[in-house]
Structures are given as C-alpha cells and as structure tokens.
Nanobody, 121 residues
Framework: QVQLVESGGGLVQAGGSLRLSCAAS????????MGWYRQVPGKQRELVAR???????NYVDSVKDRFTISRDNAKNTVSLQMNSLKPEDTATYYC???????????????WGQGTQVTVSS
C-alpha cells in the first residue's frame, strides 16, 4: 500500500508565503515524477508544478517565478514553496507521485488527500 501525506496548507494574506510538503510511504520501488495539482470547486484539477527524479521541473504559467518545487529522492518527499500568493491561488492542493510498487509493476499515479490553501485579499 502507498500513502501520500501532505502538510502545510492554511490561510494567508495576499503577498504572503506558504510551504507545502508531501511524503510518500509504503510499498514503493521507484518514483518517477512527483508534483502538485490544485482544484477549485466546479473546475478541473490543474497541474501546478511537477518535478522528475532527475530534477527537471515545469510549472503552470500563472505560478512561474512565484512557486518553487523541490524533492528529496532519498526521503520520497516533495515540497512546494509558494511566495507572493494571490487570492486566485486559493484551492485545494493535491500531491501526486508517479511510481511503481515493484520491479514488475507498472507505473501508476497516487494522490494525497489534499490540503486547503486560502489566500485572502
């Protein structure tokens, strides 16, 4: 079994910062990409930032130069440093990992339970 546990959400004023963290645990053989999605009620979940095992990153345009994703491959953790937050960043943020549970398993996407980020104006 695989678990992704997020932490770090909360309420912050516009212009403030938050740091989200996510730890993957359980039966994990290897992890390919890790990242963060966010979702607002009534809208599709959107990719915020993604990082590969080699450290390559990509971001949605709206967060470039404000958010930074990082990971610790040894600890199976991924973090998202969010600076200069805006009210439109308000959403539930979900951690994900594309991983496989064994050498002969296929890669699959696993998700955290979500953490709320609210940015007040």
């Amino acid at each position: 079994q695989v678990q992704l546990v997020e932490s770090g959400g909360g309420l912050v004023q516009a212009g403030g910062s938050l740091r989200l963290s996510c730890a993957a645990s359980g039966s994990i053989f290897s992890i390919n990409a890790m990242g963060w999605y966010r979702q607002v009620p009534g809208k599709q979940r959107e990719l915020v930032a993604r990082i590969t095992s080699g450290g390559s990153t990509n971001y949605v345009d709206s967060v470039k130069d404000r958010f930074t994703i990082s990971r610790d491959n040894a600890k199976n953790t991924v973090s998202l440093q969010m600076n200069s937050l805006k009210p439109e960043d308000t959403a539930t943020y979900y951690c994900y990992a594309n991983l496989r549970r064994g050498l002969y398993y296929n890669f699959g996407d696993y998700w955290g339970q979500g953490t709320q980020v609210t940015v007040s104006s």
